[in-house]
């Protein structure tokens, strides 16, 4: 069990205060909406480790009430010394202050992911005005993209290969399009858009088995379009806030906080995490019939 100072080192270690928002090129602020990611990604393995450790300290602390109660009846009835009560009850106290403490810290993990969420809001529109500047100038950036990245020499970059292995991450280790796991099937890095090569959108990035893989690749040539392509931003289930695609977690930060006091699965909300349409959603089933039929192949749906 990770001690409350630990947890403290450990956000020290992730550097907030450290963090450089330089938004002087394109490359400069896809820079720093990848830092951030990266540390929001951090804080949020921080704040799940919390949540276990504070339910260890609870049930610790149920026992020692239990415990502690038992010795104040065998002190009145059986006349036995208060002695061993006491050291429950020293116990009972340190666990106390232990919960606090975690508490505390979890607390300060919240204010971090809302502020580093305001941050990431900001530099998502810094880096789509760059894209939009550079989409206006189509052989200029064209030419320059081209001079500055090598597709066959990044592809065997060490950079693309931890980007290819932080893309399988955020897919849970699965095929996006068949779900099966990497214990059971080689999985690539699927470039969906090859417009930021080299600073590539975590949305830029399929993860595939090497046979939907293939798949995939064998349909292009043939010119097929039987595939429907995802779109690009999912939508919060509770107030329709665009967010990043993902049925595993279809709620913006601050609903997901609220969601998170009570953890119904099954509580009903307002509206499709695909398109955004009035839909009588949940956690388990955040999407309506007609995306689910559409792209439950490519999406990583919960099971219940």
Request: some cysteine; hydrophobic content about 30%.
């Amino acid at each position: 069990m990770t001690s409350p100072q630990e947890y403290r080192n450990k956000i020290a270690e992730i550097g907030l205060n450290k963090l450089e928002f330089n938004t002087s090129s394109f490359a400069q602020v896809h820079l720093t909406l990848t830092k951030i990611r990266n540390s929001q990604n951090k804080l949020w393995q921080l704040k799940r480790a919390l949540e276990v450790d504070i339910n260890i300290v609870r049930d610790e602390q149920q026992v020692a009430r239990k415990a502690s109660i038992s010795g104040s009846l065998a002190a009145i009835f059986l006349g036995k010394s208060t002695k061993h009560k006491q050291t429950q009850d020293q116990l009972t106290d340190e666990r106390d202050q232990s919960i606090i403490a975690y508490q505390k810290i979890d607390s300060d993990v919240d204010g971090l992911l809302e502020q580093l969420a305001v941050v990431e809001a900001k530099t998502q529109i810094l880096l789509n005005e760059w894209i939009a500047k550079e989409n206006r100038k189509p052989k200029e950036s064209a030419g320059r993209q081209t001079s500055l990245v090598d597709y066959r020499t990044y592809i065997k970059s060490s950079e693309w290969r931890q980007k290819a292995e932080e893309a399988k991450a955020r897919a849970g280790n699965r095929c996006q399009v068949c779900n099966r796991s990497r214990a059971e099937v080689q999985l690539d890095a699927h470039h969906r858009t090859y417009e930021r090569l080299g600073y590539e959108l975590p949305e830029d990035i399929t993860v595939l088995c090497r046979e939907c893989h293939q798949l995939y690749e064998d349909a292009k040539k043939t010119g097929s379009t039987s595939t429907e392509e995802l779109p690009e931003k999912g939508f919060c289930i509770r107030c329709k806030q665009s967010i990043r695609l993902n049925p595993q977690t279809p709620y913006c930060y601050s609903c997901y906080k609220v969601w998170k006091r009570f953890e119904n699965p099954d509580y009903q909300e307002k509206y499709c995490h695909v398109c955004g349409k009035e839909h009588s959603a949940t956690m388990l089933k955040p999407a309506c019939y007609d995306c689910y039929r559409t792209y439950r192949n490519k999406l990583q749906f919960q099971k219940a």
